[in-house]
Every structure is written in structure tokens, then in C-alpha cells.
Nanobody
Framework: QVKLEESGGGSVQAGESLRLSCYSF????????LGWYRQAPGKQREMVAT?????????NYADSVKGRFVISLDGASNTVYLQMNNLKPEDSAVYYC???????????WGQGTQVTVSS
């Protein structure tokens, strides 16, 4: 089991920014990828952004957040960040951190942090 601790959620106005943080209690380099996902009421959980832990640090973004959100990884502190700029009401959701690796199909989730954007 891997514990992930998210922080940084809150309530903001449209156009404002927030930065989410997710701390892993195990070294992130034991895993292949970290990511942020979100789930709005009545909707399925969706991928927001992912980043690999190898030297390439490849990132992937949902089309809806490209150009506004940036995912980054600080391996030294085992923390993944999601910088969210120009927030829109449709970004409102519970945001979850995920860490996983392919060889044993392990995947772990944080408890989630609420982001609310008002117009």
C-alpha cells in the first residue's frame, strides 16, 4: 500500500489559479507514472494530466486543460504538482492523485481534494 497526501484545493473565481500538491510516502521512482484525475458530481473520473518518472518525464494532458494546467514532479521530495491557471467553472471537481507501475499493475489513489470554481 502507498499513501498519497493531496493538498491545495479550494474555492476560487473563474480566471484564478490554484496549485495542487501530492506527496507520496514512498519514493516515486519505484513507480512508472503519477497523475491527476478528477471527478465531478454525476460524472466519471477522468484523466487530467500524467507524468512519467523516467528521465524523459513525459507528460500527457486532457484536451480540456492543455495550455492552462501544468504537471510537474519533484523527485527529491516525492511530490507531484498540478499548476492550474485560468480556471473555469467546468474545472470544478474532486481532484485525485494517482501513482502506478506497469509490471505488477499496481495503482494507488489519494483521498481527493475539492476544487470549486465560481463564475
Amino acid at each position: 500500500q502507498v499513501k498519497l497526501e493531496e493538498s491545495g484545493g479550494g474555492s476560487v473565481q473563474a480566471g484564478e489559479s490554484l496549485r495542487l500538491s501530492c506527496y507520496s510516502f514512498r519514493t516515486v521512482f519505484s513507480f512508472d507514472e503519477l497523475g491527476w484525475y478528477r471527478q465531478a458530481p454525476g460524472k466519471q473520473r477522468e484523466m487530467v494530466a500524467t507524468i512519467t518518472t523516467d528521465l524523459g518525464s513525459r507528460t500527457n494532458y486532457a484536451d480540456s486543460v492543455k495550455g492552462r494546467f501544468v504537471i510537474s514532479l519533484d523527485g527529491a521530495s516525492n511530490t507531484v504538482y498540478l499548476q492550474m491557471n485560468n480556471l473555469k467553472p467546468e474545472d470544478s471537481a474532486v481532484y485525485y492523485c494517482n501513482i502506478g507501475r506497469a509490471y505488477d499493475a499496481s495503482s494507488y489513489w489519494g483521498q481527493g481534494t475539492q476544487v470549486t470554481v465560481s463564475s
